[in-house]
């Protein structure tokens, strides 16, 4: 899936949410989400960022009818409740809680689950990975990103190490300030891609310098889409192909 990530960059406001789900729907991506913290989490910096379950709800609803998927990124469960999803992120911060996400297996028994690794290692992943199929969960994926808008921080190369020892579970999140680094990504085959979006309309986005703008994001799935065509099968044979032009 390709998955559009509007976060929290709404910033409370229910129109300018109406008007990011409105744009993407016209577009490619498979997915919409959104996110709602813990209710601690929308003191100072960002008071007045959410919005009400009824409002999610609306947005949910617009969202299914386009035929797209909705998802949350949520840390705060009785919120969850009121709202629910398609599927779940457990953000990056919350992937040791384990009783956290007790709560949300107990509540997803048909959703995903996407599991968030942020700067996680393996013996983390594992960890949690294991809880989960105690629990019985198995529609799980883990997301491979790093909270660093550094291109040197990206580590693409942990996608097929994760792959190696967890199996073919991992999606890739991208933080970098140069989105660029989704089409490189193609190249070890994720199962998902996540990018956040911002609008043109309003300045200062919580994800801001490594969101999409919304008139870009087709290009991002059309390219996305076609890089992967290109990987090919590996197979290295006789062919007929020609250059146009050449002889």
Same mark, same amino acid.
């Given at each position: 899936m390709i998955i559009a990530e509007i976060g929290l960059n709404h910033k409370g406001s229910y129109d300018l949410a109406n008007y990011y789900v409105d744009q993407l729907i016209k577009t490619d991506v498979d997915a919409i989400t959104f996110q709602i913290r813990e209710q601690g989490?929308?003191?100072?910096?960002?008071k007045g960022y959410e919005l009400s379950a009824q409002q999610y709800k609306n947005l949910k609803s617009k969202i299914? @009818? *386009?035929?797209?998927?909705?998802?949350?990124?949520?840390? +705060? #469960?009785?919120?969850?409740?009121?709202v629910?999803?398609?599927?779940?992120?457990?953000?990056?911060?919350?992937?040791?809680?384990?009783?956290?996400?007790?709560q949300i297996i107990d509540r997803t028994t048909k959703q995903g689950i996407f599991l968030s690794t942020g700067m996680s290692n393996f013996k983390t992943v594992q960890t949690t990975l294991d809880f989960c199929k105690d629990k019985g969960k198995r529609n799980i994926k883990l997301i491979h990103t790093r909270l660093s808008n550094s291109t040197g921080d990206v580590n693409? @190369? *942990?996608?097929?190490?994760?792959?190696?020892?967890?199996? +073919? #579970?991992?999606?890739?999140?991208?933080?970098?300030?140069?989105?660029?680094?989704?089409?490189?990504?193609v190249a070890y085959e994720p199962t998902d891609y996540y990018f956040y979006v911002k609008d043109k309309k309003t300045?200062?986005?919580?994800?801001?310098?490594?969101?999409?703008?919304?008139?870009?994001?087709?290009?991002?799935?059309?390219?996305?889409?076609?890089?992967?065509?290109?990987?090919?099968?590996?197979?290295?044979?006789?062919?007929?192909?020609?250059?146009?032009?050449?002889?």
């Open positions: 989490f929308y003191k100072g910096k960002f299914r @009818k *386009a035929g797209k998927l909705f998802g949350l990124a949520t840390s +705060n #469960i009785t919120e969850y409740d009121k629910e999803s398609d599927f779940i992120k457990v953000l990056s911060k919350d992937i040791e809680d384990l009783n956290f996400i007790d693409l @190369k *942990a996608i097929q190490e994760m792959k190696n020892r967890f199996g +073919n #579970i991992v999606a890739f999140g991208n933080h970098c300030r140069n989105p660029n680094v989704l089409f490189t990504s300045n200062n986005h919580p994800d801001d310098l490594h969101a999409i703008y919304l008139d870009e994001v087709q290009g991002f799935c059309n390219n996305i889409k076609d890089l992967t065509f290109a990987l090919g099968t590996g197979s290295k044979e006789n062919t007929n192909n020609k250059i146009e032009g050449q002889i």
